[in-house]
């Protein structure tokens, strides 16, 4: 069955910290793995990775796959109190084009 | 502006009662789809349609339905059947086509049983 794993579930940091988020997955015939950013209403879209595009970056976010590990991490740098959401990864497979949805990273940046 | 809109933004079913949430989109896109999201829990497919007038069951469809008859246009009616209604509904829409699998979400309706 595929599934996606993210980890960890919560984290809380202080401003200015950088944190790293994980994804692994196990999904027939990968084609991509997304990230989203979710703070109080909808999840809005931060990254896709493919196999032609493995690294991704926008300002103090950045974003790689492992293919080889079948994982990817999400950095922030220099967190800010607006950084505060939850963290989603959603890849897709084979699988008629739906997508298979971590249960998502909450992360709180207190000032 | 191009985008998705849901309504309403918050919703009370009574028991018993058949609610219906609306999703619109203007961005052109072939495919919508119907989310549920509970606390802890991420989110959870219901339905989804790649074309008009067809659509397929997600992960949990047991208690919705959900009709296309129009491409910028995907209800989601919660029936009397759905015991556990109250949560988070999203609904998200994308292009067809791979590698075309962004999906974009409208706001999102709340939904409580009174």
């Known amino acids: 069955e595929d599934k996606v794993v993210q980890s960890p579930l919560s984290l809380v940091v202080h401003e200015g910290d950088t944190v790293t988020l994980n994804c692994s997955y196990e999904v027939t015939n990968f084609r991509s793995l997304l990230w989203y950013k979710q703070e109080k209403k909808a999840p809005t879209f931060l990254f896709m990775l493919?196999?032609s595009g493995i690294e991704k970056k926008s300002g103090r976010l950045s974003s790689i796959l492992d293919k080889k590990e079948l994982s990817s991490i999400l950095n922030i740098t220099a967190t800010q109190t607006g950084d505060s959401a939850i963290y989603l990864c959603a890849v897709a497979g084979d699988n008629n084009r739906k997508l298979i949805w971590g249960l998502g990273t909450s992360l709180a940046v207190n000032p | 502006d191009g985008g998705i809109t849901q309504s309403p933004k918050y919703l009370f079913r009574k028991e018993g009662q058949n609610v219906t949430l609306s999703c619109e989109q203007n961005?052109?896109?072939?495919?919508m789809y119907w989310y549920r999201q509970d606390p802890g829990q991420g989110l959870r497919l219901i339905y989804y349609?790649?074309?008009?007038?067809?659509?397929q069951k997600g992960d949990i469809a047991e208690g919705y339905s959900v009709s296309r008859e129009k491409k910028e246009s995907f209800p989601l009616t919660v029936t009397s059947a759905q015991k556990n209604p109250t949560a988070f509904y999203l609904c998200a829409s994308s292009m067809a086509g791979v590698p075309k699998e962004t999906q974009y979400f409208g706001p999102g309706t709340r939904l409580l049983v009174l």
């Open positions: 961005l052109n896109h072939d495919a």
């Open positions: 349609s790649q074309i008009v007038n067809d659509f």
């Open positions: 493919t196999s």
